[in-house]
């Protein structure tokens, strides 16, 4: 199963094309906890550029676009995915690093002011644990 997490803020009324932008360190010093090379995100890059960075731990590989503005980050995207090949696998283990992605969302989410998405709801005002059913 493959789920996707996204955090972006509302783009504004009065130019919904122009998507509006996340503090670039903000950004940056939120997920350098889970994703060391974030660090490298603290440089400028061309507006609609995306770096990708990987994350896998035993039961979850995770995949992040972090898309660049004018001089933040317009959204920040999450693919993860289950890496347990055995049915049998370890649940709890599945649940403690979707814990860890799910929370470094959130907290960019708030950190930021932006919308918290996981496969198209908008889980940014739902308690933690129902964004975290979402995900098993």
Do not use: H, K
């Not at 199963?1 to 950004?27: F, G, H, K």
């Amino acid at each position: 199963m493959s789920w996707m997490i996204a955090v972006e803020l509302a783009r504004p009324w009065w130019a919904p094309w122009r998507p509006a932008e996340m503090d670039r360190e903000t950004v940056v010093s939120t997920l350098e906890p889970l994703l060391e090379e974030a660090a490298g995100l603290r440089r400028a890059a061309a507006p609609g550029s995306v770096d990708e960075l990987n994350w896998d731990g035993r039961c979850v590989g995770t995949q992040w676009s972090v898309y660049s503005g004018g001089s933040g980050i317009t959204r920040v995207s999450v693919d993860m995915w289950e890496e347990r090949n055995r049915p049998d696998g370890p649940a709890d283990e599945y649940l403690d690093e979707a814990v860890m992605v799910l929370r470094r969302m959130r907290e960019l989410a708030r950190a930021t002011g932006a919308r918290l998405f996981i496969d198209e709801g908008d889980f940014t005002d739902a308690p933690f644990e129902n964004a975290l059913d979402a995900l098993t």
